[in-house]
């Protein structure tokens, strides 16, 4: 399963690193927001490995729980993400507004007014 | 823009309450199952987004006239707030406690202070979402 | 009971929200606003002697020991940056009012101040590494936001380069953290200390603390400096003062927390491999201030080349070297504030970006001349400002380190600091005054009581090191010594 879980965050990096290294804006945010979900797996693989206890939630008739600290770490993590991914979108779309692309190597040399 | 979608406004109706019914239930859920404030604040405000995105904007903030801005600093306010009350208690930063009442109707019931923090959070998220989808949508 | 330890960060947050009602009162926000730093600087004051009688103090939240729960932590070297932080902040807000303007105060502008010093001085005191990220965060969010405020398109395409590096390192710090938490199985930073301690520092270990040096190099600029001269050159005068004299520094904060709790058991290859980039900092730090002619540049690349002399006290790691360090950490952050400030009312007064463009400023603002003349001297280091005493404590230790490689390259790079600021001034404030007496701008009073402020403070730094010396002494006998730190957090 972990194997499964690093390969998967491997796969994301993938993803996210051609698409922070397209032109368009808005993909290069979407590759931001990809990116950080392959840090929560990582997170998730790490610590005392996935299936290691039982569901860390408070109730009769279940084992010793897994490590819920990753869990945490992770919704944190996925709370900061959001915040980060909504405010960049807001950004694109001023940046867009303002200068009328969202194509980077369009976003170049633009000195002060 | 004029939308006249019959079908998806009524559907809306019936299913906005199921989605409100849900967050409250997610809400309530959380502090010893799965559910929270946080959840429960993303689930309440995708019912707003819902009714944002089937009828007209104008028409839900008539309806519904609250600045989302304001609410989520609320929120934030009253999360933060309940970390100071500890202090009032001369426990550390953060603490919480938790009894069991006996209320009318609901039996013995566990009332905690992380239900005002979860509040808290909860009012953030739906304030802080709707602020988002409404300032990228307001402006086309 | 510590619960006011947890006030530098919580008072701002508090206050960042009240603000949001009070968006009509602008004057309400301004005076709310500078008021909480003075009265963080206040408790940062009490504080800081409560350590000296008793010790490094902690918080625990909601009553979980360490290391399970998260916790603060104030020993001196923290509440010293706390102390710091809030006075150039109050000084910065003093400009502020003078110059951002109602239209850019009245978005948010103060609560976003306060939300970027919350995160600030929660790095500062956390002793906890995933509340590091996420009091880094926090700050990050604010500055994002203080840098976009204005809307100009430089600012925002100057932005969004800043949101999409500090993004990708802040993901390498969640990487890193991943990392180190698989490995060692905690967080806590004292018992994260004591758990490397034990099994030794493997060179698994060492591989992760590189990804934390790569971290912290993005955040403060150490060798991939390559965003900073950008992003620190768009937004306003009093926020970039800020970010010059604040941002850089939480990031060296954090390096040096790491690297003297954590990883200091293979100083043979980190310490020389931050003494390699520190060194390398330096050269293209002082490459830069020499190349350019705007003067944002020009100040810019001078915070690189500060970034590069404190770390080499870190990168030497000899008590003396990193009370120096400490000493021009505390410097350089009030410098800096006063250096973008005086660039900044020099670029408002003149209307233009290069120095060749302005010329004989301090016969039209003679008090204005004289402070940039100071300031130019304490960064150089002349004796008595502040500058002198860190730069001979991180020297003394160079030499009894031996690594006077390091040591020759931070004595030349304050020769170029010297260099690139002599041009500024030989090309803007001496000659013939371009400015007509029709067309000068009045200089307010709100902008040169700021920069007087600053100056007093550098000079006073400068004549009151030695009372300071107590503090910085037992800051750097912390540092070097993190037994006292781990039983301050893990015995009661």
Known sequence: METLITILAGVLVTVATYLILSKSLIRVILGTAILSHAAHLLIMSMGSGLKNGSVPILDEGIGPPVDALPQALILTSIVISFAVTALSLVLAYRTYQETGTDKLDELRGIKHE | MKINNVILQTVAKIVAFIILTLAVYLFLSGHNSPGGGFIGGLVLASALVLLFVVYDIEKVKNAIPVDFKKLAAFGAFLSVGTGFGSLLFGAPFLSQSFAYFDLPFFGKTELTTVTIFEAGVALVVVGVVVTIILSISEDV | ?492
């Open chain 3, 1 to 492: 009971m510590n619960n006011i330890l947890v006030m530098p960060m919580v008072i701002p947050v508090m206050v960042g929200i009240l603000l949001i009602f009070l968006r009509p009162y602008i004057k309400a926000q301004r005076w709310i606003s500078f008021s909480t730093m003075i009265v963080n600087a206040g408790i940062a004051v009490y504080l800081l002697n409560r350590i000296q009688t008793e010790g490094v103090l902690r918080l625990d939240f909601g009553g979980w020991e360490p290391p399970f729960g998260i916790l603060f932590v104030a020993d001196s070297f923290s509440i010293i940056l706390v102390l710091t932080t809030s006075i150039v902040t109050a000084i910065c807000l003093l400009y502020a009012f003078s110059s951002v303007g109602k239209e850019h105060e009245n978005m948010f502008f103060y609560s976003f101040i306060n939300f970027l010093i919350a995160g600030i001085n929660g790095s500062f005191l956390t002793g906890d590494l995933f509340n590091l990220y996420v009091c880094f965060e926090i700050m990050l969010l604010a500055s994002y936001v203080l840098v976009a405020l204005g809307g100009k398109k430089r600012q925002l395409s100057e932005s969004i380069k800043y949101v999409v590096i500090n993004i990708v390192s802040s993901w390498i710090f969640l990487i890193a953290i991943a990392y180190l938490y698989g490995t060692v199985g905690t967080l806590n930073l004292a018992h994260l200390s004591e758990r490397i301690a034990e099994s030794g520092q493997t060179p698994l270990l060492t591989v992760i603390s590189i990804v934390f040096l790569t971290v912290f190099a993005l955040k403060s600029g150490l060798l991939l400096y390559f965003w900073l001269p950008g992003s620190y050159s768009v937004p306003s005068t009093a926020v970039a003062a800020l970010f010059g004299a604040l941002l850089t520094k939480v990031g060296i904060y954090a390096m040096i927390r790491v690297f003297t709790l954590l990883f200091y058991h293979e100083q043979s290859i980190t310490h020389t491999l931050i003494g390699i980039l520190a060194g390398l900092t330096l050269i293209g730090g002082s490459i830069g201030a020499v190349a350019y002619k705007d003067i944002r540049q020009i100040i810019a690349y001078n915070v690189v080349i500060a970034v590069g002399f404190i770390l080499v006290g870190l990168a030497v790691a000899t008590p003396i070297a990193m009370e120096g360090s400490i000493y021009y950490l505390i410097h350089d952050m009030i410098v800096k504030a006063l250096l973008f400030l005086l660039a900044g009312t020099m670029i408002t007064v003149t209307g233009e970006y290069r120095i060749d463009y302005m010329s004989g400023l301090i016969r039209n603002y003679p008090l204005f001349g004289w402070i940039f003349f100071i300031v130019m001297l304490s960064l150089a280091g002349v004796p008595p400002l502040s500058g002198f005493i860190g730069k001979v404590l991180v020297g003394h230790g160079a030499i009894e380190a031996g690594s006077y490689i390091l040591l020759a390259l931070a004595f030349i790079s304050s020769i170029f600091v010297l260099y690139s600021l002599l041009r500024v001034f030989l090309n803007s404030f001496w000659g013939e005054t371009i400015i007509s007496k029709e067309d000068k701008v009045p200089m307010k009073n709100g902008w040169l009581i700021p920069c007087v402020l600053l100056t007093i403070g550098t000079i006073v730094l400068g004549l009151g090191a030695e009372p300071l010396a107590v503090y910085v002494e037992d800051a750097a006998n912390t540092l070097m010594n993190p037994q006292i730190y781990i039983d301050a957090v893990l015995k009661d």
